[in-house]
């Protein structure tokens, strides 16, 4: 059986896609290019926007052209949302949704093998239902990813509770949920036995970990600090509420959590944070800024790296409220880059429905300042890093006779192709 993948999305759509290509092929299938022919093609779906769902469906229909006969299998966080609509698409054979993860790779080569002749299109005869409320642990997929020798993401956590007015997450993922500190540890100590040196923690609300196992996202931080062989990690995302003076306090002691922050902040405006149900106010996010520099950042030191995720075009918000925005974050909290994203006028959702929606033009506008402000806050930050020792993880991916590779903050750097380095931790000059 021959089988190819493709994914839109997230770091934990990248993860679960890694894993199923690993478990296809224990099962004995063979992997091929998306672009090959193929009896199977996985499409690991997002839903974030709709153009994403756009790109899905348009997937769906290259690989159809590409091998009629295939069976096109549909996961992620569309299949979760729009599943009828998924199946009436020509070729789409299974669409497995936020529960139903774990019994993708089983199912598939189970159908191929009872086949008769070559894997042909067939409606599904699965009748999975469509889940909205607590997922049993068991439900949630296990999954890292794997190929590249420099860094893995580690899926530690899946869903949410907090039914932010603007999100599909609640409904495409399911509640929040985890799998428990051993079983993280365990996937770590793999992912350290293929040589990689640095994990990327991944999840929807990663700092909720703990929902379901009743333990807690620092004693994951630290039991995982042990793992022998990794000598980095970073949080792909935490919400400000969620990342505590105590978690704070236990990264800047002197541990293998580098000095890289990703936090949400979608907008600088109270009265919009309050409109979208965010758990959090401008007070609280500038307080865990200043506090987390406090205590991670010295004199002719290195400093600490600021993702800020921020949407544009919420609905009402005014051009005072985007000046409120962009001026808290050029001024007050001056990260080192921002994560920009257009409102997507998402179904189902509180904030379709509201009135005083922004125009697509004015969104357009609004991320195109916001990304303006962001290339120059990152060149202001990386600046203030030439001529400082930091060290460098170099990656074993080859272009243009170049390797390039990050800084613990991660800055980005590059130097002429060197195989001997190549996953490889070196202290260098910027």
């Not at 997937?59 to 009828?84: F, M, Q």
């Not at 306090?249 to 922050?261: L, M, P, V």
């Not at 379709?352 to 806050?377: H, I």
């Not at 390039?404 to 800055?411: A, R, S, V």
Request: aromatic share 8%; net charge neutral.
């Amino acid at each position: 059986m021959k089988v190819a993948f493709t994914t839109l999305g997230c770091k934990l759509n990248f993860a679960e896609t890694s894993t199923y290509r690993r478990d296809f092929i224990a099962r004995g299938a063979d992997v091929v290019p998306w672009t090959e022919p193929a009896d199977v093609y996985v499409i690991n779906t997002c839903a974030v926007t709709e153009t994403a769902e756009k790109k899905s469906r348009n997937l769906i229909r290259r690989a159809h052209k590409t091998s009629p006969e295939a069976r096109i299998v549909v996961t992620g966080c569309y299949a979760e949302l729009r599943r009828d609509e998924l199946l009436a698409l020509p070729g789409v054979a299974f669409v497995f949704g936020a529960s139903e993860k774990s019994q993708l790779v089983d199912t598939v080569s189970i159908a191929a093998e009872e086949a008769e002749g070559p894997v042909r299109y067939a409606p599904s005869e699965l009748s999975f239902p469509s889940k909205l409320g607590p997922l049993p642990a068991a439900d949630i997929l296990p999954a890292y990813s794997s190929g590249d020798r420099t860094r893995s993401f580690l899926k530690v956590q899946d869903g949410c509770d907090n039914f932010c007015a603007y999100c599909t997450v609640p409904y495409a993922r399911g509640r929040s949920r985890n799998i428990p500190i051993c079983e993280a540890v365990r996937e770590a100590k793999i992912i350290a036995e293929k040589g990689v040196k640095e994990i990327v923690l991944t999840g929807v609300n990663t700092g909720d970990f703990g929902r379901t196992t009743g333990e807690c996202f620092l004693d994951l931080l630290k039991a995982l600090n042990e793992v022998e062989g990794i000598e980095r990690y970073r949080i792909s995302s935490i919400e400000p509420n969620l990342l505590t003076e105590e978690i704070i306090d236990w990264i800047a002691s002197g541990t293998k959590f580098q000095k890289h922050f990703h936090i949400p902040l979608q907008t600088g405006c109270d009265e919009l944070l309050r409109k979208v149900n965010r758990h959090y106010d401008t007070a609280l996010f500038a307080s865990k800024i200043d506090y987390i520099r406090s205590k991670m950042e010295r004199p002719g030191e290195s400093k600490v790296f600021f993702g800020i995720d921020v949407i544009a075009g919420l609905p009402g918000e005014t051009d005072e409220m985007f000046r409120e925005t962009y001026h808290f974050l050029k001024e007050r909290i001056h990260p080192a880059f921002l994560h920009v994203f257009h409102y997507s006028r998402r179904p189902g959702t509180r904030a379709a429905v509201m009135p005083d929606q922004v125009r697509d033009s004015v969104k357009t506008e609004r991320v195109a300042e916001l990304e303006k402000l962001c290339g120059e806050l990152h060149e202001e930050f990386a600046r203030k890093h030439r001529g400082m020792k930091e060290t460098v993880l170099w990656e074993s991916a080859r272009k243009d006779g170049k390797m390039g590779g990050y800084t613990g903050n991660y800055i980005r750097v590059e130097r002429p192709w060197d195989p001997e380095r190549a996953g490889k931790l070196e202290e260098i000059e910027i």
